[in-house]
C-alpha cells in the first residue's frame, strides 16, 4: 500500500486528491505545522533530509517532489488516465503545466509571503513582487479561457499540480477579478475525489469554506 507522509497546509494535500481520482488505496502518516513558525516537523527529516511533504512510500521506492509523485503516481496506477498520449501536442502543453506549477507559479506567490515578514524593509521589493504575480496569474486566467481545464477536455495530472497556486491564491482573495481561475477552483473543489481526499486529510485551508 502506498504511503502518503502528509503535512497539514500543504502541497501534500493535491496528492491525497489525486490518489483519490486513481482508486488507489494509500495510508496517511500525518504530521502537524507548528502553531507558531508554521513549519513542519522535525519528525520529517527522519522521512527525508530535506524534512519536507509531500513524500510517497511504494515499496521500496520513496519519491519527494509533488510533480515527480503525481507523475510517477499516473504512470503506475493511471491506467491510461490522467495524462494526453505521449507523442501529442497535448502532452507538450500536460508537461508544461506539470513544470510551471512549481517553476513558475508558486515563485510569486512565495516571495510574498516571505517578504510580508519584513514589514517596511519589503516595500521596495514588493512592485516587482506583485506586478509578476499579476503577470502570471493573468497569463493564467487567459490560458483557461473556454476551458475546464488546463489540457484537453478532462482533468490531468496538470490540473492537480495547477490547483495549489490557484487555490493559495484564492484563499486570499486574489481570484475576484479572475473568473477563469475562480471557476477552476469551484470546479475542482466540488469533484467528489476532492471531497473525500479533504475527509481524509483533514484540515486544509485552502479547501472549500464550509
Avoid: C
Avoid at 88 to 109: C, F, I, Q, R, V
Amino acid at each position: 500500500m502506498i504511503k502518503v507522509h502528509h503535512l497539514n497546509n500543504s502541497r501534500s494535500q493535491r496528492i491525497l486528491w489525486l490518489l483519490e481520482e486513481l482508486g488507489a488505496e494509500y495510508e496517511i502518516i500525518a504530521y502537524q505545522r507548528d502553531a507558531t513558525t508554521s513549519l513542519a516537523p522535525p519528525e520529517l527529516t527522519k522521512v527525508h533530509p530535506l524534512g519536507k511533504s509531500p513524500v510517497i512510500e511504494d515499496g521500496d521506492i520513496l519519491i519527494h517532489e509533488s510533480g515527480a509523485i503525481t507523475d510517477y503516481l499516473i504512470r503506475k496506477y493511471g491506467k491510461g488516465k490522467f495524462a494526453p498520449a505521449a507523442d501529442t501536442a497535448d502532452y507538450e502543453k500536460y508537461n508544461e503545466w506539470m513544470h510551471y506549477a512549481e517553476g513558475s507559479a508558486m515563485l510569486p506567490l512565495l516571495l510574498n509571503l516571505y517578504t510580508s515578514r519584513l514589514g517596511d524593509a519589503a516595500e521596495p521589493l514588493m512592485p516587482r513582487i506583485m506586478g509578476e504575480t499579476a503577470n502570471h496569474f493573468s497569463f493564467m486566467n487567459s490560458e483557461m479561457e473556454g476551458k475546464d481545464y488546463f489540457v484537453g477536455g478532462d482533468l490531468t495530472g496538470a490540473d492537480i499540480m495547477m490547483s495549489f497556486p490557484i487555490e493559495a491564491a484564492n484563499a486570499r482573495g486574489a481570484l475576484a477579478k479572475l473568473p477563469n481561475l475562480a471557476a477552476f477552483v469551484a470546479r475542482i473543489q466540488a469533484r467528489p475525489a476532492y471531497l473525500k481526499a479533504m475527509e481524509k486529510g483533514g484540515a486544509y485551508a485552502y479547501g472549500p469554506k464550509k
